[in-house]
């Protein structure tokens, strides 16, 4: 049975969070969940929070304060909130599964190093269906070549800070690495005005926010005479957080390491 903590419990992926371990069956327990100090939730019962009943598990403000209590914390916060807390796993031998996005190249780096005695899995994107995704979208890059013009859209809800998401982001880099480029060189994430036509080696990227949208992401190869489509379209957290799941089960079992979905899903296996 792997014991689960919760990072930002009383938030809308927290709560979700907390029902998807309830939704599995017996394999895994949510036994930890913080919040902010000043969180009104914060001294409540995670189960009443969640809206999944008592479960006799009270919020609290720290990790210090349930250290004894989780084998693998989940983190869906923030860059600044989540780097601190890979700090807190790797002092006191926990696990950490990281659906944060906004991570600068610095932060990642850290990651890595930290990966050194710690097992870290991070991902943009929890959702089976997404990583699948990434693999379809390799085939589509390595097939189609630089025969056609690459652009990204993606739309979340209104309360979404970063931009563009963390998934159309890892899309991209798949993208570019099947083709033999340099994301950072090639990417074009907005146009105005009166411009030079497009170069195909650009892979460009288009945000949407608004309203309670989830997760909406699509990449279309346009050449000449046709096109192709490839989208994920997320109607609930609950895929996230599943996948979220299953990912701190497969890693609770793991030694140090950073580790992502692919692993989970065993892509790369022969």
Request: charged share 25%; net charge negative.
């Amino acid at each position: 049975m792997i014991r689960i903590a919760i990072a930002g419990v009383a938030g809308r992926m927290g709560r979700t969070l907390v029902q998807a371990v309830l939704a599995r069956s017996g394999d895994a327990q949510v036994t930890a969940g913080t919040t902010l100090k000043e969180d009104p939730q914060c001294g409540q019962d995670i189960g009443l929070i969640a809206g999944a009943g008592a479960l006799e598990v009270i919020a609290v403000d720290s990790l210090s304060a349930c250290v004894d209590d989780f084998d693998v914390l989940i983190d869906f916060t923030s860059p600044e909130a989540t780097m601190q807390n890979v700090a807190f796993c790797s002092k006191h031998s926990k696990a950490i599964v990281i659906g944060t996005t906004g991570l600068s190249d610095e932060q990642k780096s850290a990651l890595e190093r930290a990966s050194a005695s710690t097992p870290i899995l991070t991902a943009p994107n929890m959702s089976m269906g997404v990583n699948l995704t990434l693999r379809l979208l390799e085939m589509a890059a390595k097939a189609l070549g630089d025969d056609v013009d690459i652009e990204i859209v993606e739309a979340h809800h209104r309360h979404k800070k970063d931009s563009p998401s963390g998934t159309a982001l890892r899309m991209g880099e798949v993208i570019a690495d099947s083709l033999g480029r340099d994301l950072n060189e090639v990417a074009v994430y907005g146009r105005e005005g009166i411009g030079d036509e497009r170069d195909r080696k650009t892979i460009g990227f288009a945000t949407v926010r608004g309203g309670d949208i989830v997760g909406d992401h699509t990449v279309i190869f346009a050449g000449e005479g046709e096109r192709l489509e490839i989208s994920h379209k997320a109607s609930s957290r609950m895929t996230f957080a599943s996948g979220a799941v299953r990912a701190a089960i497969w890693l609770g079992s793991r030694g140090p390491g950073l580790y992502s979905i692919d692993d989970v899903l065993d892509l790369d296996a022969n």
